[in-house]
């Protein structure tokens, strides 16, 4: 259990991969993320949104809101489909806008790919 919680913390207090060259702002971001030159660093910073959610979901499975199960999209553009998916989930949203672009970027993720299936924690 408290390897657990170690590589929960772990995960979640990693710099992103992409944190430092993207906007800090949601609107900013979608904006930032609409110009193509850009593209490889908002790919990057959702790719590790999208660890950060796996990992949380593996070693917490009993957080609230955590069911990311992970998007069904392949090839090597998948990360920047992802990527303008998110993008446009946040600009869809009012609401949004003025959030941290972690936070909106993981809401996007776990509203636009929720797990099908229910999950199996690890086992003890």
């Not at 917490?60 to 809101?65: E, S, V």
Request: aromatic content about 8%; glycine content about 4%.
């Amino acid at each position: 259990k408290a390897t657990a919680v170690f590589f929960t913390v772990l995960a979640m207090s990693s710099p992103a991969l992409g944190a430092e060259i993207v906007p800090d702002r949601a609107s900013d971001y979608v904006a930032f993320c609409g110009k193509a030159e850009n593209s490889d660093a908002c790919a990057s910073h959702i790719l590790d949104r999208m660890w950060t959610l796996h990992w949380v979901r593996i070693f917490n499975p009993d957080q609230p809101g955590v069911t990311f199960c992970g998007p069904d999209v392949s090839g090597p553009d998948a990360n920047s489909q992802i990527a303008s998916a998110v993008a446009g989930w946040i600009a869809a949203r009012p609401e949004q806008a003025n959030r941290p672009t972690q936070d909106a970027a993981d809401d996007a993720l776990l509203a636009l790919y929720p797990c099908k299936v229910p999950y199996a924690p690890l086992a003890n």
